[in-house]
Every structure is written in structure tokens, then in C-alpha cells.
């Protein structure tokens, strides 16, 4: 596998945006370990990232941070690629990219504080996995933002019987974390946890 790395790193300079972020995210999703070629993509990304859509953003940290791979300069224009589009993130997309950066303990404060803008407003269109990413995220930054907290506890609610245990914990724990108080969503969980316990 890692002669495909190798391959695919020898024609890194042809890629376009698109490009960068699928083969990434496929090395990502079969779990292919090949530091050279993350490293070639992530150089060859940031000359490109102004042309990266939200999606190819947040599948490129996403896929550098399942794999360990560090790259700071990358993720800075991430970042700073991210923050004058972040309206068209959807709810994954958002999730997926604060994930990735607090997985890589990489600070960004203003794209955090633009991401709790921008999921704000489309809550209740956050999956189970997408609301514990988020707020697990934000937790494990230290990056407080009672107002997303609190529209997140909202959501929730209605859904907490489609989390899974390890969503159920995150969540929580992110609440507890950050000392967000918010009894109905901890007594949701409890009774949501109680049959799969």
C-alpha cells in the first residue's frame, strides 16, 4: 500500500483541490499509513486551499487527523480558508472539521467561535455523531460557548434515543467538561442509557 502512496505522491503536483481531498480521505477511510505522501498532499493542498470548497476543508484535516498526521501550516489555512465561507458547511462538515482540529490539538479560537456561529442556526439538522463530535471538540479545546451548548442541549433532547453509548458519553462529558449545566439533557441521557447500559 504504501507503493500507491508513492505513485500517487510522484503526480501530487497535477492534483487539484478536489483530487487532494478524495485520495486523502480514501487513504483515511482504509486506514493506509504512508507519511510521505500525507506530507506531499499537504504541501501540494496549500497553495490550492482558496479553491477548496467546505467539504474538501473539512475531509482533508478530518483525514490528516484520523491518520496522526501534524501539519499546522496546513491547518492554519485551513482555517483561514474555512472562516469567509463557513456558511456553507453543513452540519458533518462542521463537526468533522473542529473534530479534527481539537484530535490534532491544533488552536484555532476564531474558526471554533465561527463554527458555533454557523451551527447555531442549523442545530436541528446535526446528527447524533455530529452533535457529540462538536461539542466533545469544543470540550477538549477549552473553548467555551454557552450559546452553542445550550442550542446543542436543545436539539439533543428530541434525538437522544438515536446516540450510541460512546455519542451518549461524549456528549456528557463534554457538558461536564466545559461546566455546562443543563439537567434535562443529563436526565435525557440517563434514561437513554439506562437499557443499552
Given at each position: 500500500?504504501?507503493?500507491?502512496?508513492?505513485?500517487?505522491?510522484?503526480?501530487?503536483?497535477?492534483?487539484?483541490?478536489?483530487?487532494?481531498?478524495?485520495?486523502?480521505?480514501?487513504?483515511?477511510?482504509?486506514?493506509?499509513?504512508?507519511?510521505?505522501?500525507?506530507?506531499?498532499?499537504?504541501?501540494?493542498?496549500?497553495?490550492?486551499?482558496?479553491?477548496?470548497?467546505?467539504?474538501?476543508?473539512?475531509?482533508?484535516?478530518?483525514?490528516?487527523?484520523?491518520?496522526?498526521?501534524?501539519?499546522?501550516?496546513?491547518?492554519?489555512?485551513?482555517?483561514?480558508?474555512?472562516?469567509?465561507?463557513?456558511?456553507?458547511?453543513?452540519?458533518?462538515?462542521?463537526?468533522?472539521?473542529?473534530?479534527?482540529?481539537?484530535?490534532?490539538?491544533?488552536?484555532?479560537?476564531?474558526?471554533?467561535?465561527?463554527?458555533?456561529?454557523?451551527?447555531?442556526?442549523?442545530?436541528?439538522?446535526?446528527?447524533?455523531?455530529?452533535?457529540?463530535?462538536?461539542?466533545?471538540?469544543?470540550a477538549k479545546m477549552d473553548h467555551r460557548h454557552p450559546m452553542l451548548f445550550g442550542e446543542v442541549a436543545k436539539a439533543a433532547?428530541?434525538?437522544?434515543?438515536?446516540?450510541?453509548?460512546?455519542e451518549l458519553a461524549n456528549t456528557v462529558n463534554a457538558f461536564a467538561k466545559t461546566d455546562h449545566q443543563h439537567p434535562v439533557?443529563?436526565?435525557?441521557?440517563?434514561?437513554?442509557?439506562?437499557?443499552?447500559?
Amino acid at each position: 500500500m504504501l507503493v500507491l502512496g508513492e505513485l500517487a505522491g510522484q503526480k501530487i503536483e497535477d492534483f487539484e483541490a478536489r483530487d487532494i481531498s478524495l485520495t486523502l480521505n480514501a487513504f483515511a477511510k482504509k486506514g493506509l499509513r504512508s507519511p510521505e505522501f500525507f506530507e506531499m498532499a499537504a504541501e501540494a493542498a496549500i497553495p490550492l486551499i482558496g479553491t477548496f470548497n467546505s467539504q474538501e476543508l473539512a475531509n482533508t484535516v478530518n483525514a490528516l487527523a484520523k491518520m496522526g498526521h501534524q501539519h499546522s501550516m496546513l491547518f492554519d489555512e485551513v482555517a483561514n480558508a474555512a472562516i469567509p465561507i463557513i456558511g456553507t458547511f453543513k452540519s458533518q462538515e462542521l463537526a468533522n472539521t473542529v473534530n479534527a482540529f481539537a484530535k490534532m490539538d491544533h488552536r484555532h479560537p476564531m474558526l471554533f467561535d465561527e463554527v458555533a456561529k454557523a451551527a447555531i442556526p442549523i442545530i436541528d439538522t446535526f446528527n447524533s455523531l455530529d452533535v457529540a463530535n462538536t461539542v466533545n471538540a469544543f470540550a477538549k479545546m477549552d473553548h467555551r460557548h454557552p450559546m452553542l451548548f445550550g442550542e446543542v442541549a436543545k436539539a439533543a433532547i428530541p434525538i437522544i434515543g438515536t446516540f450510541k453509548s460512546q455519542e451518549l458519553a461524549n456528549t456528557v462529558n463534554a457538558f461536564a467538561k466545559t461546566d455546562h449545566q443543563h439537567p434535562v439533557l443529563f436526565e435525557e441521557v440517563a434514561r437513554a442509557a439506562i437499557p443499552i447500559i
